[in-house]
């Protein structure tokens, strides 16, 4: 049973802290589609459901209630919180890109629409993938790991602790090293085979040069992309997801 006193809402306020920044920035849930009011609601009633449990295990009468404490204690909390929503979203962040550039390969970036977590436009394949990916993080209630990966976070650093430099650069380098490798190996079908096609279709333009063969290559080479995305879809959601749930386990 916690006491209700000054220093257990001390560390409620701590706890929410750092669960409100991770869902400022971690996908889905930073998305300004989703009304801010909701989102504080989300932390609120996050932070009320696992302070219980983390105060009991880490204990809050280690805190000092003076000014200067209370400000470093809210910066370190915030801060652990907001690196682990910006390194879960780096993985979106990496895919996207890796899309974005297998949109250009295919020929489909001439069109663009709107980013589900920004209010910037990317091209349009890029932007169904990740789409349908955010979605698939709820569908399949792989939201809740982020939230079980906050909660275990503690046990690395504990509440009012500050993120040593050297864990911190190690897990942004693991992140980015995941990120764009799995991004990679998503979008390499696409890659190579707009390589493969544009290339072959050069050599076509290079043996009837006086074919505009580009006005008959790009729409081909567009619908083959979409093609070969309605047939792979299956295989780079599941092995996203997989990943990335693998990830969060580790993170």
């Known amino acids: 049973m916690i006491r209700l006193d000054e220093l257990s809402l001390v560390a409620g306020f701590l706890v929410f802290c750092r669960i409100g920044l991770c869902l400022s920035f971690a996908p889905g849930f930073s998305s300004p ?8 609601l989300v932390a609120i009633g996050l932070s009320i459901a696992l302070s219980p449990p983390i105060i009991a ?4 009468r280690t805190f000092k209630l003076d000014t ?9 909390e ?15 962040a990496s895919l996207e890109t890796m899309f974005t550039a297998a ?7 001439s069109s663009f629409a709107p980013r589900i977590d920004e209010s910037e436009s990317i091209p349009e394949f890029a932007s169904l993938v990740l789409f349908a990916t955010t979605t698939l ?25 500050a993120i040593a430099p050297q864990f911190a650069l190690a897990r942004i380098s693991d992140t980015l090293s995941f990120g764009f490798s799995i991004g990679f190996r998503l979008a390499s079908p696409f890659l190579i085979y707009g390589i493969v096609s544009n290339f072959a279709f050069a050599l076509v333009n290079k043996i009837t040069p006086q074919i505009a063969i580009y006005f008959v290559a ?14 792979a879809w299956v295989d780079i959601s599941t092995q996203f997801l997989a990943d990335f749930r693998h990830w969060l386990g580790r993170m």
Request: a positive charge; proline letters at 5%; glycine letters at 8%.
């Open 137 to 161: 993080l709820f569908v399949t209630d792989l939201h809740w790991e982020i939230i079980r990966a906050v909660y275990e976070s503690y046990a690395a650093v504990p509440l009012g602790s």
């Open 33 to 40: 589609r989703i009304p801010v009011r909701v989102r504080l």
């Open 218 to 231: 790009a729409p081909i080479v567009l619908f083959g992309g979409l093609v070969l995305l309605s047939i």
């Open 78 to 92: 915030s801060a652990v919180g907001a690196a682990m929503g910006l390194l879960a979203r780096t993985v979106f």
């Open 57 to 60: 295990t880490i204990g809050p």
């Open 68 to 76: 200067f404490d209370m400000a470093s204690y809210i910066i370190r």
């Open 103 to 109: 949109s250009f390969a295919i020929g489909a970036s």
